[in-house]
């Protein structure tokens, strides 16, 4: 239990889908992250949102669409993916004000893209 | 941007040996940090470093931040196969990038019984 709940685990849809995902945190932390994880590559931060504020949109396609409602759920919506949008995504959370404070990460949900 | 290169990508070793895995950069980073994965599983962190040529040590593993905090290294004593897996080095560039880390690649590590 890492206190960092993402559903679904695992998602399987095509590239005229709309799906979400869905990410809880408990951890009283006030910054969400989500990240992408593809094979061969580091893990690309995507959306930073801070007190529900988004403050990074680190270039990310339009098709992927971040809502975070309340410190404790943080949601990104998916619509006409491609299939290289297929990898692990991650969220993580993280008390800002906190010096050096680590990110505190679900366990993913597998996206595949057909 | 920043990069951080972490090597070696993948390291395969049998139980009792000792490993390095290295992580460099051009870049000053404020703190550096070390995580690892398991299949399925989110990154977990193992460490900190913060000041230049900070040594930290979490039983057999020992984390060694660079003089100029460009690089870092992660040394396993006897690994063991519950040391399988993904590990990651993440810089915080600090400043205005405050807690937007960059990663490594990561570096998969298998040890065999």
């Known amino acids: ?114 | 941007t920043q990069l951080l290169e972490q090597s070696p990508q993948f390291l395969s070793i049998q139980e009792g040996e000792n490993l390095t895995v290295y992580c460099n950069s051009s870049s000053v980073f404020s703190s550096l940090q070390w995580y690892r994965q398991e299949p399925g599983e989110g990154p977990v962190l193992l460490v900190t470093v913060v000041t230049g040529g900070e040594v930290k040590k979490l039983k057999r593993l020992t984390f060694q931040f660079g003089d100029a905090r460009k690089d870092s290294s992660l040394h396993i004593t006897a690994a063991q196969p519950g040391d399988t897996g993904l590990y990651l080095c993440a810089g915080d560039a600090g400043g205005t990038s405050y807690g937007k880390l960059t990663f490594g690649q990561g570096t998969i590590l298998t040890v065999h019984p």
């Open chain 1, 1 to 114: 239990e890492t206190g960092v709940t993402q559903t679904p685990r695992h998602l399987v849809m095509g590239m005229t889908n709309k799906k979400s995902l869905k990410c809880e945190q408990h951890l009283g932390h006030n910054a969400m992250y989500w990240y992408k994880q593809s094979a061969k590559k580091p893990l690309e931060l995507m959306f930073v949102y801070n007190f529900k504020e988004q403050t990074e949109n680190n270039s990310v396609p339009s098709r992927f669409s971040p809502e975070c409602p309340n410190s404790s759920h943080l949601f990104l919506h998916l619509h006409t993916l491609q299939p290289e949008d297929s990898a692990l995504y991650l969220c993580a959370t993280r008390l800002e004000s906190s010096y050096n404070s680590p990110l505190h990460f679900g366990n993913g949900t597998r996206l595949t893209v057909t």
